[in-house]
């Protein structure tokens, strides 16, 4: 049984799955990211998801354009993220308990605004709304198994992927990018060399809003093209973990997204046949954070202690 | 020169105290006239709703004896919120807490431990409140010792707590006939009865009366509580002060744990007769951060604060059973409109600053 | 200061005449339903815990508002009581407090497994007043009140039928079910299934996902099922099911079957391409019970069915499925002669279909049955 399992996981369909499955994790991910590289902690990221994957839901069905229901999930992504900002920054709160607070108010809002719009709380079947599809690439889609998996994902699976690389040539090869970093690593120090730290560091909160507000569109409109209550199952939780491992690291949180979907690809083979408990395999992401975490904080503790390195 | 007959009662708003009860006033009041606002979007009688929601609990006594009842875990949480944000650590661990010990709780009051109907609860508490306290430290130590990043390992231990409480639940404790993952229902030895029935008292009301002002005389009048209140003003200076941030860190969080359990418990044994390790205990300790936010991490603040959210939350539910064109979730609006405005720091900073300049402004041009 | 006291006191003023205006109103609670229908009509209260399930709280729901919508004389108020479904005592025996302390209502709807326990302490508060168990799951030790009619769903007669109709559909020879959580009262959908599955040599897959509301991971489990070559899926997973119908949807070849109400009619106008693989649904017509106790309530003979629990079943058109236009056209003849046959025989008593609720040890029976012929 276990010979079963371990065999499935090396088919390409497997690949492939879990490639679709990273899709929202990855946007999580690097919302969780661009913020906490400019020195702001968003802990709201599965909320705004939430919020945007019914935005973009209920904004193609107003306009009957899918693309202006897209725009419509963004703005929404960059509204709550706008929120969070203002009372951060200009009423002095913590963003912290702010992401808190749109957390646990993240779902009976969805739903208000759900049942506002549908007179159901459930889901937004009742709706005809357009939504988005797949891409093949003419030609690379004939090329034996590369073919597969670059050519025919979804749309904003290719989205996805073309801002992993925006975003990593942003924040390491610009100017701006640059500013951003010296916010999160010193902000003073950022501040003395001239740099408006507060425009910075909302401009990452607005950009943390729109990859929430995609990874929330992905699902709603692209991978199952309507709204269900809690659809967005803990993946914002996700994304903030895989941060929690790179520490900075790009690379880190991309293996760490990329570990997290193949996490759940697993627990699809495991749903088939009880092996391990299901719950317990829910949880083995989250438990993989603790223990990298547990363990590097301990590494760097000795090699303090051992007077390698300088305590910073 | 500081002139004796001007030592009277300072009621002006540079008084930080009177300040901060104007900023909930004000908050309260710019909420409310939100509130009104959506009600007369949605309802077709928006002044009756907002009474309602205001007097609703007032109206019969059951109605308050649910706010009595339902209040006493998120004060727990708040408490245990409070005193870690007061200490200025950033364990988030308080969600994950009460779930796992609400497993503790389930394990005591499902098995026959003993018949006396005064030692069961006890008993429960009692272990709710020892796993709550030991689980609790560990994001506190990881970062004392290791400098591990708290509020992300706690995070993650919310998440990791509920897999296995559900685990636990489902493999030890399961009860057949539910569709969801449920407990076997307490046995009747187990559960808190009522002092006063009407209105819903029962000793866990008690119980947190006097945690609240062990905590208060604690945080307050012991040097402990003076040791974790400069810890949070001022880490550094508490360090050189020769105060081991250490023990402080793990004492702090092993008594906040202890409170999360004692909530925990007291939520299971008097409101439910089974335990949902998904649904029952869930988002109580996030909640509890927010109280502890909007009552400032003062013990009594945040037990009235837990006190006032539940009344508004009790008015909305007497609203819908008289008008359902009023979902409860409204009063979701109102508490996110609240916490927002309170927990800036700038909000009528402006104001106070300037009255602070007049006053000074004023003594020198004399 | 100053500034700050006028504006309270312009806000007090204000609150307080608006307290005014509406006169001592404000001080009482009385339940009002939102439709006053004429005293002598029949007044109903269903109280759940939400709707928005995907599942059979909206059926009795949608039921519900179609018996009120009617020019029937019949008004039925529906009450979500717990919406995070924490199962709060105080907050369901408020809730029936409300309802039925006034003795407003002629009767006063609820059920559950989860919840029922409430129902019954409300049952022994109010003896007065009249109520009903929609579905039933354990009765209390004292036998059913003899103020309820309790009623109960053959769910794993219903998984018996659905399994014939797969076995009779499939061209791979292999089928396959998605389950929202792997408990005893979600099994006892699928125990009927796999028991005829097994018997007649169709191999099946049976996924646990243990959510009902990850639609993303339900759409990959399907798809995983697909790949093993299963071409008639059964969803049983509330909101995740929304992921298997869509990966469904995504092959030509593979039929869909739905659950709780007729998914096939639900989607029709809206998605037609997931309307188009939902061959049919497997229902628990809780709405044909409700409408047909409504219609008791009315009569005055519902009063015959206090303190009776009641299995309804294929006879009662309880459980079965949805038969609509779609299927009709879809199904050929002789699978559905072989369906009817199959649903004749259940009524009959002539098979014993296993069922998990009444398994005396289900702990090794139910793996036994459940692995019979199941593909892992």
Redesign the interface.
Known sequence: MLGNIFSSLFKLTFLLTVLRMATPILFASIAAFVTASAGVANIAVESIMTFGALAGILGSYATGNVWAGVAIGLLVGAGTALLIAFFSMRLGADPILIGIALNTFADSLSIFFLYLATGEKGTSASLLTPTLGSVDIPGIKSIPVLGEILSGQYILTYVCWILLIVLFIMIYKTPLGMRMRACGLNADAARTAGINVGRIRVFSLVLSGLFAALGGMYLSLNSIHLFSKGMVSGLGWMGIAANGIANGSYGMLLLSALLFAVFRGISIVFSQSAVFPVDLVRAVPYFAVFFFLTISSIISYLRIKSGKVEEQ | MTDRSEKKLNLSITNPTVFEAVKMIIALLIAFVIMFGVLCLISDNPVHAFVTILTGPFAKRRYFGAVIESFIPYAFAGLAAGILFKSGAFNLGAEGIYIISGVAVAAVACTAVTTSHFLHPILCILAAAAVGGVLMIIPSFLKAKFGTNEMVVSLMLNSIYSGIAMHLIRKYLLTKTTSTIGSRDYLKTAKIGYIFEPLRISPCLVLLIVCTIILYLVMYKTRLGYQIRLAGANPKFAEYSGISAFKLSIATAAIAGVLAGTGSACQLLTQSSFYQPDKTAVGIGFSGMLLAMLGRNNPIGIVIASFLIKYLEQGANVLYFSDTSVPSEITAIIEGIVILLISSQYFLRGLREKKLLQEGLGKNAR | ?K??LK??MA?GMTLSL??C??GG??????????DEGSDDGVKIAVLLP?????SYF?TLAQAAREVDAEDNGISV????VD?????????WM??F???CEDGEYDLVVSGN??YE?FLYQACEKYPDQMFYNFDY??LPEEGTPANCYCVNWALDDLGYVVGTLSAEMTKTGTVGVVVG??????NQFISGYVQVLADKGVKY???????F?????G???T???I?KGADVIWQVAG?LG??VI?ACSQHDDVWCIGVDQDQYL??K???PEWANTILTSALKNTNVAFKAVAEMVKEGTYADKLGKAEAWGIALNGVGLAENDYYLANCPEDVRAAVADTLAKVTAGEVEVKDT?EMTD?DTEWPELLNAN???
């Not at chain 3, 959580?181 to 979600?186: E, I, L, V, Y």
């Not at chain 3, 509301?213 to 991971?217: A, E, P, R, S, V």
């Open positions: 200061m500034k700050a504006f309270l806000a608006a307290a205006s509406n109103s404000a001080a009482t609670a009385t339940p009002a339903p939102a939400f709707t928005g399930d995907q909206d108020q529906i009450f979500e919406p995070s479904g924490s199962a709060d005592e105080s907050l408020n809730a407090a409300d309802v497994n989860t326990g799951s354990a959580m792997d408990n005893q009262a979600m897959v049976v996924s646990y996902p243990g959510s509301t990850d639609t993303d991971l759409k990959e489990v798809s995983a099922m790949d909101g929304n992921g869509e639900q989607f106008d809206t998605k609720l289900y199941r593909v892992e």
